[in-house]
């Protein structure tokens, strides 16, 4: 006879399965390897809950644990030399190619994505990447950690990586790297592109800095708080690994652990009417190509009480999320690549950002 854990072992198994089958879209390849990733991420997100009710430790403690089995050391190898430092108290892990030492090389700022509740560049895919990049690119890669939000708050974030950034682009800080000043760019991927796109922006705008990126590289990067309704939001409210609920609770706590701030997200009614000038910057129906609108439809936004904003003034600020940029800010931008994923609930916010870049562009043709 079946005993009572593996009739429970199995119910469960059965409950997620369908859990599975019935919210994921028909278009995944390889389904069947993405319903299994799925379904381990569900356990860890579960499991992450269930300890929190408890009062065993945190949803992100529990995260941490998990992910130690992944931090990789500074290790060289036969085509890069791998260490690390500390620069205005950040430590920073760099790579440098063995060949042609000589000369200077190319340059990249990489700031690794993740939650910014346990991702460290020391993680085995963000080392993979920084590591690869340098060799392929016969780059030196700078990759900094930043303050995890558990403890820090968006502001402090910003703060130490810009003031890594600005003590870094200086002509003997780079040539202390073997960095060619003239062929640097800075690249991030999620979180981290966030900070990337923000940089830059910084950077390009203010006259003091002397040395100035050529190229910035987006990598399904989340732009903006104004609107969590996109249609990639809608598409994606079930998707593997960053379904939309786990989105808003990353977004929220990167400001407060006061939970009114994810309420007001996930409702989509936190912006005041006195912000309503902003709506233009994410109006997806203005700047999403048609074959991503896919049948949704737009209605016009909700206005919110002002409380929100007062307290949490962040989620409207056009330094801290890139989108609400102005055009003019915009236009000083240097060449960058944008790279979205299809089920990705941040997907609009990568391809509304690169059309209206295109946007002016044409108008600076016409003129």
């Given at each position: 006879?079946?005993g009572?854990?593996a009739l429970?072992l ?13 919210t994921f879209?028909?278009?995944?390849e390889e389904?069947?390897k993405i319903?299994f990733i799925h379904?381990?991420e569900k356990?860890?997100e579960?499991?992450?809950?269930v300890l ?7 949803y992100?403690?529990?995260y941490n644990?998990i992910?130690k089995?992944y931090?990789?050391q500074?290790t060289?190898?036969?085509?890069i ?7 205005n108290?950040?430590?920073v892990r760099?790579?440098?190619p063995?060949r ?11 700031f690794?994505g993740g939650?910014?509740?346990f ?5 085995l ?7 690869r990049a340098?060799?392929?690119l016969?780059?030196?890669?700078l ?10 708050h968006?502001?402090?974030q910003w703060?130490?990586v810009?003031?890594?950034v600005?003590s870094?682009?200086?002509p003997?800080t780079?040539?202390k790297?073997g960095?060619?000043?003239?062929r640097?760019?800075?690249t ?6 966030t900070?990337?796109?923000?940089l830059?922006?910084q ?6 800095i002397?040395?100035?990126p ?8 989340a732009?903006?708080m104004?609107d969590?309704d996109l249609?990639s ?9 960053l379904?939309?609920?786990?989105a ?5 706590e990167?400001y407060?652990?006061d939970?009114s ?6 409702s989509n009614q936190h912006i005041?009417a ?6 233009k ?7 999403l190509p048609e ?5 949704h439809v737009y209605?016009?936004p909700?206005?919110g009480?002002s409380?929100?904003?007062e307290?949490?003034?962040?989620i ?7 989108l609400?940029?102005?055009d003019?800010m915009?236009?000083?931008l ?5 790279l979205?994923?299809?089920h ?7 391809l509304?950002?690169?059309?209206r870049e295109?946007?002016?562009m ?6």
């Amino acid at each position: 006879m079946m005993g009572p854990k593996a009739l429970c072992l199995m119910i469960f198994c059965a409950l997620m399965a369908w859990h599975m089958h019935t919210t994921f879209s028909a278009d995944y390849e390889e389904p069947w390897k993405i319903m299994f990733i799925h379904f381990l991420e569900k356990i860890c997100e579960i499991t992450a809950s269930v300890l929190e009710n408890l009062g065993i430790m945190s949803y992100w403690e529990f995260y941490n644990i998990i992910t130690k089995g992944y931090i990789t050391q500074p290790t060289s190898d036969e085509n890069i030399t791998v260490k690390e430092t500390k620069i205005n108290d950040i430590l920073v892990r760099y790579y440098v190619p063995k060949r042609n030492s000589h000369k200077l090389k190319r340059g990249m700022i990489y700031f690794h994505g993740g939650s910014p509740k346990f991702a460290k560049i020391a993680l085995l895919p963000y080392e993979t990447f920084a590591r690869r990049a340098a060799n392929r690119l016969d780059a030196v890669v700078l990759a900094p950690d930043y303050q995890q939000s558990s403890k820090y708050h968006s502001q402090t974030q910003w703060n130490d990586v810009s003031d890594f950034v600005k003590s870094l682009l200086h002509p003997e800080t780079l040539a202390k790297y073997g960095v060619d000043p003239t062929r640097v760019c800075i690249t991030g991927d999620s979180a981290g592109a966030t900070i990337t796109a923000a940089l830059t922006q910084q950077i390009m705008g203010d006259s003091e800095i002397p040395i100035k990126p050529k190229f910035q590289t987006l990598i399904y990067p989340a732009l903006q708080m104004l609107d969590t309704d996109l249609p990639s939001f809608r598409e994606n409210e079930h998707t593997i690994v960053l379904p939309k609920s786990l989105a808003i609770k990353i977004m929220s706590e990167f400001y407060t652990t006061d939970e009114s701030l994810q309420q007001a997200l996930k409702s989509n009614q936190h912006i005041p009417a006195e912000y309503s000038h902003l709506f233009k910057f994410v109006n997806w129906s203005a700047l999403l190509p048609e074959r991503f609108k896919k049948g949704h439809v737009y209605t016009n936004p909700i206005y919110g009480s002002s409380e929100i904003v007062e307290k949490f003034p962040g989620i409207v600020n056009p330094i801290l999320h890139p989108l609400l940029a102005s055009d003019s800010m915009l236009r000083l931008l240097p060449l960058t690549y944008i790279l979205t994923c299809q089920h990705d609930v941040f997907r609009d916010d990568g391809l509304m950002i690169q059309m209206r870049e295109v946007i002016i562009m044409h108008l600076k043709k016409l003129r």
